[in-house]
């Protein structure tokens, strides 16, 4: 990983050129999934995903050098301790930029959705750290080179920094130079994107152990990698057409896939709460009687809901509690 690191900043500052620095990166959802590794070190997946940033949803990182030989990180106002995994995984990914010395650092970090309930917290998180980073050490990195850092803390991080429809292309490379996310040129205005949040605990499987589980199973797994890159394919193309339904019906199956993937090869995982199988029968029954809505789901029982603008009030009054994103309506220079 430190390799990988080298190459990218090569013989950039080696030292914060600034005491604090802050970004912004929103969260992203998977609209075609990324699910298990090539490379778990480096987070290289099997197969391209897709997604569609959240607006003004996502993470603000601040981040100080500290004057403390430790890494100390507030999330949402509270201070992490240090032994949980949480901390561990983030220290780890700022390790890899302790370059000459060691320095250390203050993060403060607000995210405006549910941290660790399949809501792509880490997404977001990881990405605007990596663009604080990027501030503080004054690297000018692009954002292709910001993704692959990105990556390194959180797969799908990689696709958190960019508004709009990403692609994270899977690669090829062992050194993982050429798997990061692309921005789509496709702008859909008419899209919307409800949460609907069923549970804020924290996961207890995380996407990572899950994933490991599900690519030892190699022939369903090997299903899944096939499945999905028909999917993506679909999805693409449903997108530039502007065809919601052909778009919506692939985004909901390649969820459905993906949890029945989960569900094989992690018996004891179980992301679905009641609440949230009782909400896909009713997207189910609403959608029988002619209303346009669809959903997907990641690691967590929370549910996004998808359908196109002229059905914002319908959906309002089916479910009084979803949060509706407009995703195309942020146009913030900070987050290109
Ligand atoms: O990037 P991770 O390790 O948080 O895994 C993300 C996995 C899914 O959210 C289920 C799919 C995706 O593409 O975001």
Do not use: D, F, I, T
């Given at each position: 990983m430190k390799e990988l690191v080298r190459n990218i900043l090569?013989?950039?500052?080696?030292?914060?050129?600034?005491k604090e620095a802050s970004a912004f990166a929103p969260s992203n959802i998977a609209l075609c999934k990324y699910w298990g590794k090539r490379d778990d070190l480096m987070n290289l997946p099997h197969q391209s995903s897709l997604s569609i940033s959240l607006g003004n949803k996502g993470a603000h990182t601040k981040i100080a050098v500290s004057e403390n030989a430790y890494d100390q990180i507030t999330l949402n106002g509270s201070i992490v301790d240090g032994s949980t995994l949480f901390a561990k995984r983030l220290i780890h990914f700022l390790d890899l930029f302790r370059q000459e010395q060691n320095i250390y650092f203050n993060i403060e970090t607000v995210i405006n959705i549910p941290v660790a309930?399949?809501?792509?917290s880490s997404a977001c998180g990881f990405a605007a750290l990596t663009k604080a980073l990027n501030n503080l050490y004054q690297w000018n990195l692009s954002n292709e080179k910001l993704s692959i850092l990105a990556r390194l803390g959180?797969?799908?991080?990689?696709?958190?920094?960019?508004?709009?429809f990403v692609m994270w292309q899977a690669g090829v490379l062992d050194n993982g130079m050429d798997s990061y996310g692309v921005p789509l040129p496709?702008?859909?205005?008419?899209l919307r994107i409800g949460l609907f949040i069923i549970s804020n605990k924290r996961k207890s499987l995380s996407s990572r152990e899950a994933m490991q589980q599900s690519v030892q199973h190699p022939k369903i797994y090997k299903e899944w990698v096939i499945q999905a890159e028909k999917d993506f394919q679909s999805i693409y193309n449903a997108i530039k057409r502007h065809d919601f339904q052909r778009f919506a019906e692939n985004v909901e199956a390649n969820a459905q896939i993906l949890h029945v993937l989960i569900q094989k090869t992690?018996?004891?995982?179980?992301?679905?709460?009641s609440e949230t199988n009782k909400t896909i029968q009713k997207i189910k029954t609403l959608r029988k009687n002619g209303l346009p809505l669809y959903y997907t789901q990641d690691a967590g029982p929370n549910l996004k809901l998808i359908f196109l603008k002229e059905n914002v009030d319908s959906v309002s009054q089916h479910f009084p509690n979803v949060f509706i994103i407009d995703p195309f309506a942020y146009h913030n220079p900070d987050y290109n």
């Open positions: 090569l013989n950039n500052k080696p030292k914060p050129q600034r309930a399949g809501v792509a959180s797969g799908s991080a990689c696709r958190s920094l960019w508004h709009g496709y702008q859909w205005p008419e992690n018996p004891n995982a179980h992301y679905s709460l």
